[in-house]
């Protein structure tokens, strides 16, 4: 006759799930970046100044998103990758933009985009030609 185990059972749970984190765990009960805004589809890239195991304070999830942002990589992009919320990731780049450890490059306002109608003569100018 087998004693069963103390404490609650997760059937839900099998072996392909994983370590199972809450998000406030990774970001400390932060909700929102010490610095920037970091929209969706702002470019990220890792500086490579500086070695992400030298900060004892990251996070496997921080060394995971520098490693990603080798190359120019969206805010959603990592994201996904990572598989965690938008906002866990904006705090996990607030603290790496703090530490220098990226790069944000956002998208231009639509202050400093050209306006209609100069696209569509522009465009009206090539189909004549």
Do not use: C
């Not at 099998?14 to 009960?29: L, Q, S």
């Not at 195991?53 to 921080?62: A, N, R, S, V, Y």
């Not at 220098?100 to 522009?122: F, S």
């Amino acid at each position: 006759m087998q004693a069963e185990s103390p404490g609650p059972r997760h059937e839900w749970l099998d072996d392909e799930a994983g370590p199972v984190v809450r998000p406030y765990a990774v970001t400390g009960g932060r909700v929102a970046p010490a610095v920037g805004e970091f929209d969706l589809v702002a470019f990220v890239l890792a500086t490579g100044d500086v070695d992400p195991d030298g900060h004892p304070q990251l996070h496997p999830e921080h060394r995971h998103l520098v490693e990603l942002a080798a190359e120019p990589v969206s805010v959603a992009e990592l994201a996904a990758h990572l598989d965690l919320a938008i906002g866990v990731v904006r705090v996990l780049l607030g603290d790496l933009l703090t530490g220098g450890l990226v790069t944000v490059h956002e998208p231009p306002t639509t202050a400093y985009l050209p306006d209609d109608n100069i696209l569509k003569a522009v465009a009206n100018g090539l189909r004549a030609l």
